[in-house]
């Protein structure tokens, strides 16, 4: 597993619809290991082992054209997110696999949320994945 520093503290969007969006980023986090740490009337916290490394929050103007990448600890979990962002309101921006600009060990899977911003979940396997679908370009 690739060690990394972390550069970005927390993330925060803004969105129209925090009922709706909340349903999309509960369902499609919770298999990365993210659960809702913090739930406010305006706002929904969610990150690992009571740290809020993303928040959603209702208001103006809404957060659009952005992207995030969570990181995951394998296939599965990248699978499992992406299922449950597109059965959550997400549309496909780029399905499951080894994304090869990145590098072979890039196995990733991008949605758009509500409001259009690239919802990402990667895991930077140890070595090459060469049983996945393999996508080229930027999604």
Do not use: K
């Not at 369902?27 to 990150?47: H, I």
């Not at 928040?55 to 449950?84: K, L, N, Q, Y």
Request: hydrophobic content about 45%.
């Amino acid at each position: 597993m690739t060690v990394r520093r972390v550069v970005v503290d927390h993330v925060l969007f803004v969105v129209a619809d925090l009922d709706a969006s909340r349903r999309l980023y509960s369902a499609a986090l919770a298999p990365l290991g993210y659960g809702e740490l913090f739930v406010q009337e305006d706002c929904v916290s969610y990150g690992p082992d009571d740290l809020d490394d993303f928040t959603i929050c209702r208001g103006e103007p809404v957060t659009t054209a952005a992207h995030v990448a969570f990181s995951a600890d394998g296939r599965d979990a990248v699978d499992a997110f992406f299922e449950a962002a597109v059965a959550n309101g997400a549309t496909v921006r780029g399905e499951p696999g080894v994304w090869t600009q990145y590098s072979e060990r890039y196995y990733g899977a991008f949605v758009n949320d509500l409001h259009q911003n690239n919802v990402e979940a990667v895991w930077h396997a140890p070595q090459p994945v060469v049983d996945a679908p393999r996508h080229a370009g930027v999604p």
